[in-house]
């Protein structure tokens, strides 16, 4: 069954906090062209995770409403 409106939610926070954290960690890695990169890398999988989540949120809250 699909996740209901709640649980996503729950998942896109955490998937939040983690893009927050990588963003720091970036930061951090400015002058490590290598380390920056791998954290990019890591970032742009969680974006993409982020955009998948956010799609199954929306027609979550559709079919509950």
């Keep these: 069954p699909p ?3 709640e649980a996503l939610g729950a998942r896109l926070a955490k998937l939040d906090d983690k893009i927050a954290s990588l963003h720091e ?3 951090h890695a ?7 990169g791998e954290l990019n890398a890591e970032l742009n999988e969680m974006l993409s995770r982020k955009d998948s989540l956010e799609e199954a949120w929306l027609a979550a809250a559709e079919d509950s409403g």
Excluded: G, L, P, T
Aim: glycine share 0%; no cysteine.
């Design 3 to 5: 996740e209901d409106v």
């Design 25 to 27: 960690s970036m930061a």
């Design 30 to 36: 400015a002058a490590d062209h290598v380390r920056a």
